[in-house]
């Protein structure tokens, strides 16, 4: 069974924080993303990643950075945690063109 | 930012009803409309992918048409169970680039409760 895997379900950070969010597939996808969900908001793209290496802004990167080294991994990075950056994150992964596989997220808390 | 509209934002239905919801996109450098089907505490899982203008599509009591040159598909449950409680979201495709056809937008769902 293919999977997307995210390290931590439920995570409490203190505000000023360097926060790693980590995701792991197996299937060898191209493509992974980071998404963030807020009541009202429904998800929104944070980060993107087409290769190793390469990633793209989403529409909200500000006070995020990724990082991609091997394929199969891709890492957001919360410089310095904030309480607005309290939200629960998704990442995904796709083969080009195709639909995603998502994560079972983690919820995140700033305090 | 490309805009996806989902109506209603919510709805509240009575087991066995019937129901629909609607998905609107920009009709221009279309590639594909995904719905996502998403339950509480669990991870969105895929419910469709349609790429042609006129599509329909159909899993089980729960299906999809397309409309690409107007912008709009709608999602149709038959005979809604509490196990169909659920947000539903629709995501567009632009293939407009490669690096494009990469990336979803989303809708912000429609929430559909069913009531025994």
């Known amino acids: 069974d293919v999977k997307v895997t995210q390290s931590s379900r439920y995570l409490v950070k203190r505000t000023g924080e360097k926060v790693f969010l980590e995701c792991v597939q197996d299937m060898d996808h191209e493509n992974m993303f980071w998404y963030r969900q807020d009541p009202g908001l429904g998800l929104r793209l944070i980060y993107f990643?087409?290769?190793?290496?390469m990633k793209e802004k989403g529409d909200i990167p500000e006070g995020y950075s990724v990082s991609r080294e091997k394929k199969e991994r891709f890492s957001l990075i919360l410089e310095s945690a904030s309480t607005n950056q309290t939200s629960m994150y998704l990442c995904a992964s796709s083969l080009w063109g195709n639909g995603y596989t998502f994560g079972s997220g983690t919820r995140l808390t700033v305090v | 930012i490309l805009n996806v509209e989902q109506s209603p934002q919510s709805l509240h239905v009575q087991e066995g009803d019937s129901t629909n919801f609607t998905c609107s996109f920009p009709s221009s450098n279309f590639y594909a409309l995904h719905w996502y089907r998403w339950e509480t505490a669990k991870s969105p899982e895929a419910l469709f992918v349609m790429t042609l203008n006129g599509d329909e599509k159909k899993k089980g009591r729960i299906s999809a048409t397309l409309n690409t040159k107007e912008g709009y598909s709608y999602l149709y449950i038959k005979g809604s169970q509490p196990e169909d409680s659920a947000t539903y979201l629709c995501a567009f495709k632009r293939g407009s680039t490669l690096l494009a056809l990469s990336r979803l937008y989303f809708g912000r769902g429609t929430q559909l409760t069913v009531w025994p």
């Open positions: 990643s087409y290769d190793v290496k």
